[in-house]
């Protein structure tokens, strides 16, 4: 499969930036307080002058009017990111899992969102991020999937529905994807060739992503890298948890879940 090479919305950080954390993959569920917590007390403690969220900070997103429902767990993570953001920029991607993020959010929480890929460019350092679902080009099913639920069709249909139905058919989604995992099914990961030609047309050198909840760094190319975030679990034995620090001299990994 091939696919046309988008082109990045660029963010210029502030000069007086000198810490930026990268995160993805949260996937925050009320059955999961134990998660929840631990990004709380990372919020508080961040040294971070701005934190960008690279999709699937929660695990289904079934509309913004979620957060209108009284003692939602949904309400309760707007308080929270809204918290956040009156401390420092916060940035936001959209993931697989909560692609419906919309407008109300976005206001109710002061969170920014961002188009995927986003440049942004530090002190000299010029780096693209994305979730990364869009590059795993083997994922032919889901690719397909994808261009029908970010039609505005498709979204309209689904969000014009009581708040209830949504819920039970995310469940019955998050049912299916848990039992694709339990089988072992391979997932496909993100085309070499396709992010290298990503970063190339933005004129970065280094790809940050999520997604596949395989954190590592991978060569695409002399000079050319793509790096991988981690999932969280706070409840997993072990614990996982990480942050990728970008400061003007580079990037390192933080096992937040072992602070």
Not at 12 to 22: K, S
Not at 215 to 227: I, K, N, S, W
Not at 230 to 244: I, N, Q, T
Request: glycine letters at 6%.
């Amino acid at each position: 499969m091939t696919m046309a090479v988008p082109q990045a919305q660029e963010l210029i950080a502030p000069a007086h930036w000198r810490t930026v954390d990268f995160l993805s993959d949260l996937h925050l569920q009320a059955a999961e307080p134990e998660t929840l917590a631990l990004f709380q007390r990372y919020l508080a403690h961040s040294p971070a002058d701005a934190l960008f969220l690279l999709g699937d900070l929660f695990e289904v997103w079934v509309g913004d009017d979620a957060c209108d429902e009284p003692g939602s767990f949904e309400a309760a993570l707007a308080q929270v990111l809204a918290a956040a953001a009156r401390q420092r920029p916060v940035y936001f991607l959209h993931g697989n899992r909560d692609f419906l993020v919309g407008a109300a959010f976005f206001r109710r929480t002061g969170v920014a969102g961002l188009a995927d890929p986003a440049l942004l460019d530090f002190h000299g350092q010029r780096l693209l991020l994305s979730h990364g679902d869009l590059l795993c080009l083997d994922d032919v099913d889901y690719q397909r999937f994808r261009v029908l639920a970010r039609s505005s069709a498709w979204q309209q249909q689904f969000l014009a529905q009581p708040l209830a139905v949504r819920r039970t058919q995310a469940r019955g989604i998050r049912a299916e994807s848990e039992a694709r995992k339990q089988s072992g099914a391979a997932y496909a990961d993100v085309d070499g060739p396709a992010a290298l030609a990503w970063l190339q047309a933005a004129r970065a050198h280094t790809l940050i992503h999520g997604h596949t909840h395989r954190p590592a760094e991978h060569t695409l190319a002399p000079g050319y890298r793509r790096v991988v975030l981690s999932d969280w679990d706070a409840a997993a034995a072990p614990p996982r948890a990480d942050v990728l620090r970008l400061t003007p001299a580079g990037l390192e990994r933080i096992a937040i879940a072992l602070m």
